[in-house]
Structure formats: C-alpha cells, structure tokens
C-alpha cells in the first residue's frame, strides 16, 4: 500500500506517456515492416518483368525450346500446361465436389467421418514433392502411365483436391437450411434436394475454389520434375481432334510433355546469361496467368454473391 | 378424395422407390469420392515405404543415418542421409528468422493497430501472394538476391544457402502473417476492453492479452510455415546449389532432401536402381520431418487453447 501511494498522479502520467510513446513507436515499426515486406516483393516483380521485356513478343509463345537463347519460345510449355490443367480441372472438379457434397450433406458424424476430414486437412499439408513421388510410384510405373500429360494432370489434381474440397464445403454450408428443408418438406429425397437447389447456389464458391485451386497447380514444379517432364521439347502432343472419325483422339494423354515452370526452371539453371531473360520473360507469364486466375475467382465470387438474396 | 386414381397413387409410390434407389447410389458415389483422400494418403505411406524397402535392402538403416557423405550417384557412393537434413534444416532456421519475427509484426499489426480499410486493403495481396508459383521466387534468389548478399558478404559462392533460406522465408510470410492475423481477430472483443479499462495500452493488450490468447492459432500458422519452409523444393533447387554437404553454416552451398529428389529426377534414371530408390528413402524422411513438427504443433494447439 505504501508504493502505491508514493505513487504520485506526475508519476502515473510519465509512466503513461512512455506507454503511449511505445504504442505509436510500434505503429510505425509495423506499418513499416508491411510496406518493406510488400516493396521487396514488388520490386522483385517489376525487375522480373524488366529483365523479360526484351522477350515479349509473337515469336516467343509460337517457337519451341532452342538452343539458342533468341530462338527459344514457350509453344510446347504452354500447350503442356493448357492439357495438363485441363486434365486436372477434370478430375479435381467431380471429385473434389462429391467428396464436399458427402462430408458436408450425407456423412453421419462418427469415427469413420472424422478420418475422411483429418486425412484433406493433412493431405493439405503435404510437401508437393512428395506427391511427385507418389506418382512416379504410382501412376507412371505401377498403372502404367508413363511420363505422360495424364499422369501429370492426376498428381495436381490430387493436389489440389483440399482446395476444391475445402472451397465447395464453405459455399455449400453458405446455403440457408431453410432452404433444404423447404425441398423436403414438398418430398424431395436427399440427392434432389442437393442437385435442384443447394448445388445451384453453391456454383460460385465451388467455381472460386476450382480456380484457385488450378492456379496453385499452374505454378507447381516439383511434382511434375519428379514424374519425370522433359524439359526440351521441340513437338507438340498429337492434336485432340481430328478432322476424321471419330473426330476425337486422346493420344495426347499419353504423350511427353513440358510445361511452363519446368520451362522457366531448365532455363533458370543454364548459366548462359542470354536464357535468363527467358527465364523472366516465362515467369512473368507465369505470375501474370496467376495473378489473371486469382482476379477470375474474386470476380466470380463477387458476381454470384451479388446475384443471390436470400 | 377418390379424385386421384389408384394408379397414379401407384406410380408415384414407385416412382419414389426408384428415387430412392437413386439416392442411395449416388450416396455411395459421393463416400467413394470422400474416400479418395484416404486412399491418397494411404498411398502416400505405402509408395514410400514400398520404395526405401528397396533401398534398405542395399543400405542398412545405420550407415544411413550416420554416414556423414551423400553421394549416391557417385560409383563411390556413400548413403549418409544426414548432409541432406542439415541442408533442410539450414535453410528452414534461415526461413524462419525472417518468417516468423516480420510475419508475427504484421500479424499484429494488421489485426490491432491497422485502420479497417488498410487492412481489407492488405490482407487480399497477401493472400495473392500465396499463389505467386515458387520457381518464380527461385529465380528471385539465385539471380536477384544473391548478386545483392555477394555485394555485402564478399566471397559468397553464387550458390547459398542463405539466399534460398532468405527468400524462402520473404514467401511463407503472407502465410505466417494471415493465419496468424486470422487467430487474433478471433480474441473476442470484451477482452480488449477488459484490459483498455485495466489502463492499458493498445501494444501491452496486443503483447499481454492478444497474443497471449491467440496462442494456439499463432502456433499453429509457425507450424504452416515450418512445413513450407521443410518441404519448399525449386527456391533450393535453383538457389543453394545440388551438393550435399554436412554443414550448418548458410553462407555455403549444399542440398536440401527436396533439391536431391529434384536433382536425380531431372536425370535419366533406370527404374529400379539405386539412384531411383534413394529419392523415395529421401522422401520419407521428408515425410517424418514435417510429421514431427506438425505433431509438436498438434500438441502445441492443443496446450494453449483458449476456449471462449
């Protein structure tokens, strides 16, 4: 008691302002840490974009890999990583979604449901090189695949399977359970009420997941290394269609491929100075189709969020 | 009542039959679909271990974790795996100096100091920075930031660990900053205004009753970092040179187990060799690694749960 009362009001009110200076000398501590933080980064991109300027052009998307650093283009990593995302988008969709349309409509809460939810959420945190090795093991020696677009598009598809299925369960318990039960209540079974009226609702958040789930995949390089993608590619997989019956050929699944980051990588690695303006040149095309992606989805949610009032 | 004729009565009751039959396989369709997240991580262990058993037969398990030389591709080849993990371990302690104090700043920063608009504005380009593809930031390092080092460290090889480890850690900030942020925000309300009417100020809540509270979210987003920063392969790939080396000193070159795999992977490797095995031994002591810190972090969470 005697402290305190030594204390005098002139003391409490030094003591304060010490406090309070420490409180604005952290806002400034932090405000500054952010924009050094973000600065870097952006100083980071636009050198990127710099050092690639001098690559940007026609030329560049329609010739192949090259020996010589000014001859070399991205048509066979482009066309590379258009099949495998579409390869990946196809599995990773139907999938994704029926896994989040159980857990989130149909499964009971036991044991057996809580396995299935521990195992997306660890699935997430795996290394994605390990899911490299898992393909090379699995799809490229054990099925059979080969080092092919689809086993490339079956690893980042099951990649990014925690992406879409963590995306569609958010949009579908974002629906009303009025609305469920409204469906039921005029007899409705379980499917219908999930196809007719809480899948419709949910198209935005599964969309907006679907998509930022393939702009993780676009950029992975690790797994698709590990499968075995070649890095120098002078053709192009046979064409998906054809114009004679039966019109449609999939040999392209089977075909070698590149893609875009093993592009950038190989040339990245060379230590010839002239590949490294490709280099830059593919990685700003790269974080451009990423950025694109990521602008998508937020416009996607926004739209579908704007159209729906419950 | 006798409007509706039995018939119809009938076909309907049939009708519903077959939907339910329908509901019924299509349930079973969507549980096979929530199953292949199982199947994949059961895959996962079994591909591994399937693998390295292999490798084992060839390797006993103490040469490979004593050997202190990794050189499998070598024709005097050595298994040690121990030079591999020093190099993981390297460029992680590199990552996390820098992740975790900045990450934690801007945490708090973003979640008690910040204006409301700064913060909407903030928090979406860190979560855009997430997506930026790594062999981007591999580029950073190898061809930006270590040019940079060699200006202030005289004589440091063009291939560092420090420069990966450095740039490594500037990319799971965005991670360590929102998750952490997102902990925070989650400190209810009346605990702020308990400690403003106690006479504090807005840091000793942030430092003292905040971060206090929003302990087990704040560990669990460090832990996110720690297995981005383990299992982080092109930035160390491109940057920290491809040999291994028993050192813990940053300012060297050497390899981390996820640059290895990358490195045999880009060879012309027969199926079934040596070579080949050893990527899937390397790979489940990767596995084992991020286990034991995500289980540390399990433990962790659970220890500083604060339930509202």
């Known amino acids: 008691m005697a402290a305190v009362a030594q204390l005098t009001l002139k003391d409490l009110r030094a003591g304060l302002g010490w406090r309070k200076q420490l409180d604005k000398l952290f806002v400034i501590v932090g405000l500054l840490v952010m924009i050094a933080c973000l600065a870097i980064l952006a100083i980071l991109f636009l050198d990127l ?62 044991w057996f449901t809580g396995i299935i939810e521990i195992n997306v959420t660890n699935l997430a945190g795996v290394p994605s090189i390990v899911y490299g090795l898992l393909a090379l093991g699995l799809f490229v020696y054990q099925f059979g695949l080969g080092q092919s677009v689809l086993s490339a ?73 590990t499968i075995g993608a070649l890095s120098f590619i002078a053709f192009l997989p046979p064409s998906p269609v054809s114009g004679e019956f039966p019109f449609l050929n999939f040999e392209w699944l089977r075909s070698e491929f590149t893609a875009m980051p093993i592009q950038m990588f190989n040339w990245v690695s060379r230590p010839d100075q002239a590949f490294q303006a490709n280099a830059a040149a593919a990685g700003a095309i790269l974080l451009g189709m990423t950025l694109l992606m990521n602008a998508l989805a937020i416009w996607i949610r926004y739209r579908f969020r704007k159209r729906i009032n419950w | 009542m006798n409007a509706v004729p039995a018939t119809r009565v009938a076909g309907a009751f049939s009708s519903l039959r ?88 801007i945490a708090i920063y973003l979640s008690e100091f910040a204006p409301h608009r700064l913060r909407e504005t903030v928090k979406p380009i860190l979560e855009l920075l997430g997506a930026v593809p790594t062999v981007v ?124 795999i990358v490195q045999v992977s880009l060879g012309d490797l027969p199926h079934g060799s040596i070579g080949y095995q050893s990527i899937f031994a390397a790979g489940l002591v990767l596995m084992l690694i991020t286990l034991v810190f995500n289980v540390i972090g399990f433990f962790l969470t659970r220890r500083f749960r604060e339930a509202y």
Request: proline share 5%; net charge positive.
């Open chain 1, 153 to 225: 598009g079956l690893t980042l598809a099951l990649l990014i399977l925690p992406i879409v299925i963590v995306a569609t369960r958010e949009a579908l318990r974002s629906v009303p359970k009025a609305i469920r039960e409204a469906a039921y209540g005029l007899g409705a079974t379980r499917w219908e009420v999930t196809r007719d009226h809480v899948l419709p609702y949910s198209t935005g958040g599964i969309l907006t997941g679907l998509i930022l789930g393939l702009s993780r995949a676009i950029g992975e390089t690790a797994p698709i290394i």
């Open chain 1, 49 to 110: 974009v710099r050092d690639g300027a001098s690559r940007f052009g026609w030329d560049f998307f329609t010739s192949f890999p090259s020996r010589k650093a000014e001859r070399a283009g991205i048509l066979s990593a482009a066309v590379g990583t258009t099949m495998i995302m579409f390869v990946t988008a196809l599995v990773a969709l139907p999938v994704g979604v029926a896994a989040a349309i159980y857990l989130e409509e149909y499964a009971p809460k036991n």
């Open chain 2, 137 to 260: 930031y591999g580029y950073f390092a190898l061809l930006m930031v270590t040019p940079l080092l060699q200006k202030l460290i005289p004589g440091l090889p063009g291939f560092n660990m420090l420069s990966a480890g450095l740039v490594i850690g500037l990319m799971i900030v965005p991670y360590v900053a929102t998750v952490g942020e997102d902990a925070m925000r989650a400190v209810p309300r009346y605990m702020r205004e308990g400690s403003y009417a106690m006479g504090a100020t807005r840091l000793q809540t942030a430092l003292r009753v905040v971060v206090p509270g929003a302990l087990s979210g704040i560990a669990a987003a460090y832990i996110l970092g720690i297995s981005r920063a383990v299992g982080e392969t092109m930035v160390v790939a491109i940057a920290a040179g491809m040999q291994p080396q028993l050192t813990f000193n940053p300012t060297e070159p050497a390899a981390t187990i996820t640059a290895y």
């Open chain 2, 18 to 105: 077959f939907r339910k039959g329908r509901d019924r396989l299509v349930e079973l369709i969507l549980l096979l679909a929530g199953l292949v997240a199982v199947f994949t991580t059961i895959a996962i262990v079994c591909v591994l271990v399937y693998e390295s058993s292999f490798f084992f037969r060839t390797v006993s398990i103490g040469e490979f974790l004593t050997d202190t030389m990794w050189t499998p591709l070598f024709a005097d080849a050595r298994y040690g795996i121990l030079p591999l993990v020093s190099g993981t371990l390297t460029t992680t302690m590199v990552a996390l100096l820098v992740a975790i104090p900045v990450g934690t700043t």
